[in-house]
């Protein structure tokens, strides 16, 4: 789940995570991990969003792992908590769309499916976009095109020194390919709290100045999640006050991992027990 984009974003202080912490935020990601790859075999046409949710849950329930979506407030006053465990949203839908019973998945469709929970009092945050069936090779290329900006800023932690100079080479990417990079929400820190500062955007503009950035420095643990739409950048809400769309209608990709930068470099937090990165 995301943070919407703040005009005073990235000085704010921020906690660097020591290597008993991050060892501890790795349980979490496991976990995360483990509901994602658990769905996997669910993602078939004919399943409904409510029977994906229904299996995040139960894993995060064998754990003894707190959902971190389910209840969480919506930042408009007056709207109501968000429902599940999981956001899964289809096609044009960008993100924090609600599972439901009656949402069947077809053939063609792309599912993004967001999901954190804490373990022990830490948390871990990750999503995938995954296609349905066959998919048209525009729309392939775009979740293609989004995961490998996700992978391409973990490999630039290490090799850059602010995050800015991460985020360009992001949207650089995005823009080669003719998507365009959503604005309305940014990553974030994440540690005892889901979210933390600073914020955390795959973009550079005078929304994200180079002057208001954050150093990538040792105990720094984010979680960065691209969401990149086909066409238009922008987004809106629809009437159950938590569903952004694409304002197009065209569809939109999101992928996420939890990844702390170490000595030895970036480790992905929501990764597979042996390095997976999917």
């Known amino acids: 789940m995301h943070k919407a984009m703040g005009l005073a974003m990235l000085r704010s202080p921020r906690e660097l995570r020591s290597a008993r912490e991050i060892a501890a935020m790795r349980q979490a990601g496991l976990v995360v991990w483990q509901a994602l790859k658990a769905i996997e075999p669910i993602v078939r046409p004919g399943a409904t969003t409510a029977e994906i949710d229904a299996e995040v849950a139960r894993i995060f329930a064998q754990h003894n792992a707190q959902p971190l979506f389910l209840n969480f407030p919506n930042s408009t006053p007056g709207w109501p908590a968000f429902p599940a465990a999981t956001c899964i949203s289809l096609n044009e839908e960008v993100v924090h769309g609600i599972p439901s019973p009656k949402r069947k998945l077809v053939e063609g469709d792309i599912v993004s499916i967001d999901t954190g929970c804490k373990l022990n ?93 954050f150093r990538l420095e040792e105990g720094l643990v984010i979680a960065i999640e691209p969401m990149v739409n086909m066409g238009t950048k922008q987004v809106r809400v629809l009437s159950d006050c938590w569903t952004q769309v694409t304002q197009d209608g065209k569809p939109s990709a999101h992928f996420e991992h939890t990844v702390a930068l170490t000595s030895s470099g970036p480790i992905v937090l929501t990764a597979g027990p042996n390095g997976e990165l999917r």
Request: net charge negative; charged share 25%.
């Open 121 to 213: 009092g830490w948390c871990g945050d990750a999503a995938v976009t995954y296609p349905v069936g066959k998919i048209a090779p525009d729309i392939r290329l775009l979740l293609d095109v989004t995961q490998n900006v996700l992978f391409l800023a973990i490999e630039l932690m290490s090799k850059r020194t602010r995050w800015s100079e991460v985020a360009v080479e992001m949207e650089k990417c995005v823009k080669e390919h003719k998507f365009s990079v959503v604005e309305d929400f940014v990553g974030h820190g994440i540690g005892r709290q889901m979210h933390e500062d600073p914020q955390v955007p795959n973009f550079v503009t005078r929304r994200s100045p180079r002057s208001a950035d």
